[in-house]
């Protein structure tokens, strides 16, 4: 018995359809047919979308790039009209970060009629109203309102504190580090209700009762209950923060259980960066009690001391330190260093700067290596005045002590002696250097030759690469039946063959003449406030529409400075 669907399977003729469901079935095929197909760029999946506003960001974010953040936004803007996909697609990169750069728009003052924080409260009414937008922003930028070394006015704190408390998931707040007086500000409480932020800068200021008690008595003590309770709730919701520093200004006092009680209550905290601290405020027993990091800067600390530091390399919560800055320590013996080395295992990249060489003790036995590490791939080693530490450093090299080093950065390199332990180069200077006014100048150098500028360390550097090439290594002789037919010489070389260290006098912030970045790199903002050939919006004005559409108000070309490059 064969069913009616395996009888059609055979090639008998199908039944006969009525003529209404004919004639539907045709119509329906014919508007099919005429139908347009859609465009390609709608059924492209999202990941392509993400790709090309990516390749965006970095056109108009890379350091050599001639835009700006305006000119980004606007890009971003025009994208978002071409269709629901392509502002589904631009709208979050649109407000997950904010940067508001320079001065506001001539324009936006007359009409609205403020003197300043226009786009401020502009932005602030924009997130209130539409709160979707609000749930995307993770970092903000806001603008330099008043010069450096002036104090932030109360009602620019509370502006910004406003637009804090509009944005639930704020991660980062870049460009902006008031002075904190252990006095009540809403600005300081805006942040502290943001569960989500990532880090935070503290800049802790003078306040009058705590100086007036510091006369009268000695630490602990000069803080009262209130100043410790409010200090130590501003921490209780940052169950995300992972980078934190705390920098002293103007004998801002912040005492030793404070530190070690509020850095415990970060369960989150990976880097830390602790400067200018007061002796009584900071010391080898408080850096005993600092939790478990992965990345540690301390900078101007007088009371750290290199048996701190022996200690502290011994303590539990030092294995997991992947990167050490030690700066302006004043590290008087090399076996404190060697103790560093030795004991952090984890070690991967290691600072040190200061004045004095750190020398081996009277009476000490030493072996060489005199400082190893098995794990450390990169070093800046910055020892000013000359002494035994770069030449132990070198022959520690030489010895095997660092066999996973693969770079080397000394600006203040006496002789050489630790270029000659890394891979010649070529050519060490850079290009820009003959248009530097320091690397002209003679006086950069004092009567001893002592610099630490880069652009005079480059100079020094190439010149004894161009001193070793004029004497020659070896010399290449040809001979037929005893007779001389060529000869070759081989040009001499400053550096190791086969040494896998590279040396490097490059600066961490693009064109700076010091090699590390420091505080007036993230607080400064005079190049904002008065931009020098800043963007206008005119780089690209062979547009037909010209200058209507592409210009907007001068601008400096602002590039967020990431805290992770203290480390």
Same mark, same amino acid.
């Given at each position: 018995?064969?069913?009616?669907?395996?009888?059609?399977?055979?090639?008998?003729?199908?039944?006969?359809?009525?003529?209404?469901?004919?004639?539907?079935?045709?119509?329906?095929?014919?508007?099919?047919?005429?139908?347009?197909?859609?465009?390609?760029?709608?059924?492209?999946?999202?990941?392509?979308?993400?790709?090309?506003?990516?390749?965006?960001?970095?056109?108009?974010?890379?350091?050599?790039?001639?835009?700006?953040?305006?000119?980004?936004?606007?890009?971003?803007?025009?994208?978002?009209?071409?269709?629901?996909?392509?502002?589904?697609?631009? !709208? %979050? &990169? +649109?407000? @997950?970060?904010?940067?508001?750069? #320079?001065?506001? =728009?001539?324009?936006?003052?007359?009409?609205? /009629?403020?003197?300043?924080?226009?786009?401020?409260?502009?932005?602030?009414?924009?997130?209130?109203?539409?709160?979707?937008?609000?749930?995307?922003?993770?970092?903000?930028?806001?603008?330099?309102?008043?010069?450096?070394?002036?104090?932030?006015?109360?009602?620019?704190?509370?502006?910004?504190?406003?637009?804090?408390?509009?944005?639930?998931?704020?991660?980062?707040?870049?460009?902006?580090?008031?002075?904190?007086?252990?006095?009540?500000?809403?600005?300081?409480?805006?942040?502290?209700? !943001? %569960? &989500? +932020?990532? @880090?935070?800068?503290?800049?802790? #200021?003078?306040? =009058?009762?705590?100086?007036?008690?510091?006369? /009268?008595?000695?630490?602990?003590?000069?803080?009262?209950?209130?100043?410790?309770?409010?200090?130590?709730?501003?921490?209780?919701?940052?169950?995300?923060?992972?980078?934190?520093?705390?920098?002293?200004?103007?004998?801002?006092?912040?005492?030793?259980?404070?530190?070690?009680?509020?850095?415990?209550?970060?369960?989150?905290?990976?880097?830390?960066?602790?400067?200018?601290?007061?002796?009584?405020?900071?010391?080898?027993?408080?850096?005993?009690?600092?939790?478990?990091?992965?990345?540690? !800067?301390?900078?101007?600390?007088?009371?750290?001391?290199?048996? #701190?530091?022996?200690?502290?390399?011994?303590?539990?919560?030092?294995?997991?330190?992947?990167?050490?800055?030690?700066?302006?320590?004043?590290?008087?013996?090399?076996?404190?260093?060697?103790?560093?080395?030795?004991?952090?295992?984890?070690?991967?990249?290691?600072?040190?700067?200061?004045?004095?060489?750190?020398?081996?003790?009277?009476?000490?036995?030493?072996?060489?290596?005199?400082?190893?590490?098995?794990?450390?791939?990169?070093?800046?080693?910055?020892?000013?005045?000359?002494?035994?530490?770069?030449?132990?450093?070198?022959?520690?090299?030489?010895?095997?002590?660092?066999?996973?080093?693969?770079?080397?950065?000394?600006?203040?390199?006496?002789?050489?002696?630790?270029?000659?332990?890394?891979?010649?180069?070529?050519?060490?200077?850079?290009?820009?250097?003959?248009?530097?006014?320091?690397?002209?100048?003679?006086?950069?150098?004092?009567?001893?030759?002592?610099?630490?500028?880069?652009?005079?360390?480059?100079?020094?550097?190439?010149?004894?690469?161009?001193?070793?090439?004029?004497?020659?290594?070896?010399?290449?002789?040809?001979?037929?039946?005893?007779?001389?037919?060529?000869?070759?010489?081989?040009?001499?070389?400053?550096?190791?063959?086969?040494?896998?260290?590279?040396?490097?006098?490059?600066?961490?912030?693009?064109?700076?003449?010091?090699?590390?970045?420091?505080?007036?790199?993230?607080?400064?903002?005079?190049?904002?406030?008065?931009?020098?050939?800043?963007?206008?919006?005119?780089?690209?004005?062979?547009?037909?529409?010209?200058?209507?559409?592409?210009?907007?108000?001068?601008?400096?070309?602002?590039?967020?400075?990431?805290?992770?490059?203290?480390?």
């Amino acid at each position: 018995m064969v069913s009616i669907s395996s009888t059609y399977s055979i090639g008998l003729p199908s039944p006969p359809l009525s003529p209404s469901y004919s004639s539907t079935f045709i119509t329906q095929q014919k508007l099919r047919s005429t139908a347009p197909p859609p465009p390609v760029f709608q059924r492209l999946p999202p990941e392509i979308y993400d790709c090309i506003l990516r390749q965006l960001t970095v056109f108009h974010e890379e350091p050599a790039s001639m835009s700006c953040v305006s000119c980004h936004l606007r890009d971003l803007c025009a994208l978002a009209l071409v269709d629901r996909r392509w502002d589904r697609a631009v !709208r %979050p &990169r +649109l407000y @997950e970060r904010i940067y508001l750069v #320079g001065n506001d =728009s001539p324009l936006q003052v007359k009409k609205f /009629k403020l003197k300043t924080g226009v786009r401020l409260k502009l932005l602030r009414r924009t997130l209130r109203e539409r709160r979707v937008l609000a749930h995307y922003v993770r970092e903000i930028k806001v603008p330099r309102l008043q010069p450096d070394g002036e104090d932030v006015e109360e009602k620019t704190l509370d502006l910004v504190a406003s637009l804090i408390m509009a944005c639930p998931n704020l991660e980062k707040l870049v460009g902006f580090y008031p002075v904190y007086g252990h006095s009540f500000d809403r600005f300081t409480y805006a942040l502290s209700t !943001r %569960p &989500r +932020l990532k @880090e935070h800068v503290w800049i802790i #200021g003078e306040n =009058s009762a705590i100086t007036e008690r510091s006369r /009268k008595q000695v630490p602990p003590g000069l803080m009262d209950l209130e100043q410790v309770d409010q200090f130590l709730h501003f921490h209780d919701a940052w169950d995300s923060l992972s980078t934190l520093f705390l920098f002293s200004h103007k004998q801002g006092v912040l005492e030793r259980d404070i530190f070690v009680q509020t850095l415990h209550r970060l369960p989150s905290l990976q880097h830390l960066c602790i400067s200018n601290c007061d002796m009584d405020d900071f010391d080898d027993v408080t850096l005993q009690l600092l939790p478990p990091l992965q990345s540690l !800067r301390l900078q101007d600390l007088a009371g750290v001391t290199f048996w #701190g530091l022996s200690e502290f390399s011994r303590t539990r919560s030092s294995q997991c330190i992947r990167q050490l800055s030690l700066i302006h320590l004043d590290i008087k013996y090399l076996s404190a260093i060697s103790n560093l080395l030795l004991h952090l295992t984890s070690l991967q990249r290691f600072t040190l700067v200061q004045e004095s060489s750190p020398e081996v003790a009277v009476g000490e036995l030493v072996f060489q290596p005199i400082v190893a590490s098995q794990q450390l791939r990169y070093l800046h080693w910055d020892i000013l005045l000359p002494g035994s530490g770069n030449e132990n450093l070198a022959n520690s090299i030489r010895a095997g002590g660092f066999p996973n080093l693969r770079t080397i950065r000394a600006p203040s390199d006496h002789n050489g002696l630790l270029q000659m332990v890394c891979r010649p180069r070529a050519q060490i200077i850079l290009p820009s250097d003959k248009y530097s006014k320091a690397y002209r100048a003679t006086d950069e150098l004092n009567s001893d030759g002592l610099t630490r500028t880069l652009f005079t360390a480059r100079k020094q550097a190439q010149k004894r690469i161009e001193d070793a090439r004029k004497a020659a290594m070896y010399r290449v002789i040809i001979e037929e039946d005893g007779v001389v037919q060529e000869m070759f010489d081989i040009e001499g070389y400053m550096g190791t063959v086969g040494s896998k260290i590279t040396y490097t006098l490059d600066s961490d912030v693009p064109g700076s003449d010091n090699a590390l970045i420091d505080f007036p790199d993230l607080v400064n903002g005079g190049k904002e406030m008065s931009p020098r050939d800043g963007c206008t919006g005119m780089w690209n004005a062979s547009h037909h529409t010209g200058k209507k559409w592409w210009n907007h108000t001068e601008r400096y070309r602002y590039h967020p400075v990431d805290l992770r490059r203290f480390f």
